[in-house]
């Protein structure tokens, strides 16, 4: 299914708020220093490796805050996998506004990208299976829908938005609750019939005693892939089975094969490395190669 794009109206604001901070009290003092007001410059965005792009919409609507003029063209769309050297996308327009967005609308695109090259480099390792990597709340304030779409992009399933879309009864939860049917049980009384209930779940003994509670699914936290797969057998269906911790490209496959359902990584957002992605003007001569 083709990667849905975010609609303007969300993506807005979080740029806008970014442009701000950079701007600050003056504006770009530099570029106005510099630059006539009257120069015009085409310049191109380049993957300086390999990787999975994510937040062009995040880019293009830093350069037209700036400046309505100025214009970018696309040669890739997010989601889409490119090459070092790869032109991405060609922007022209007044320099001045150009090089005042240019920070922030790179921040956002290798940003992105990062995420989305690591959920694919992950989803990639464990496609022989029938599990899918998702992320979790782990993700940088304000950013998390951003930081979520970038993992679709990637390839990657999403988890809870936030802390009101589904019950995730955690180990905090349960030993303030006094045990696991306890916390189920108050859960359901609560919930409205659309909202699921997932329990974190640390040994297999607790897992025989969820599933006496029905629950919806079940994270299966830090379990040696021996135990996983025992825990999989046991649930035989009755829930969503999810498997967290020590989740890498390498470890991933091992984890996958047992026949969870989910493997969740909390680093995909708040830890994955940024793609090199940079800005550089449309006749240097090593762009002009890349286009061709």
Known sequence: MPLARLPHVMI???????????????????????????????????????????GLDFAGIAFCLIDP?????????????????????????PARGILTAERVALN??????????????????????????????????????????????????????????AI???????????GIAAAITRARAQIGHLVKIEVEIDSLGQLDEALLYRPDAVLLDNMAPETLREAVRRIGGQAICEASGRINAETA????????????AGWLTHSARVLDIGLDFADDPAVTAAKR
């Open 168 to 178: 995730l009864i955690k180990d905090n939860h349960i030993a303030i609750a006094g």
């Open 12 to 54: 807005e604001p979080c740029v806008r708020h970014a442009l701000l901070e950079d701007l600050g009290r003056a504006g770009d003092i530099t570029s106005d220093a510099i630059i006539a007001q009257e120069t015009i410059a085409n310049v191109a965005l380049v993957a300086r490796e390999a990787g999975v792009i994510a």
């Open 69 to 93: 003029a100025i214009v970018m063209r696309r040669h890739r769309g997010d989601g889409e996998a490119v090459r070092a050297g790869e032109v991405i996308a060609e922007i022209s327009g």
């Open 108 to 165: 956002f695109l290798g940003h992105l990208s990062g995420i989305a090259t690591a959920t694919a480099g992950i989803a990639r390792s464990i496609s022989h299976t029938r599990a899918k990597i998702t992320c979790t709340r782990k993700t940088t304030p304000g950013l998390r829908f951003a930081e979520k779409y970038a993992v679709r992009a990637g390839g990657g399933a999403n988890h809870r938005f936030g802390l009101d879309d």
């Open 253 to 264: 496959p091992e984890i996958a094969e047992t026949g969870v359902d989910l493997i969740s």
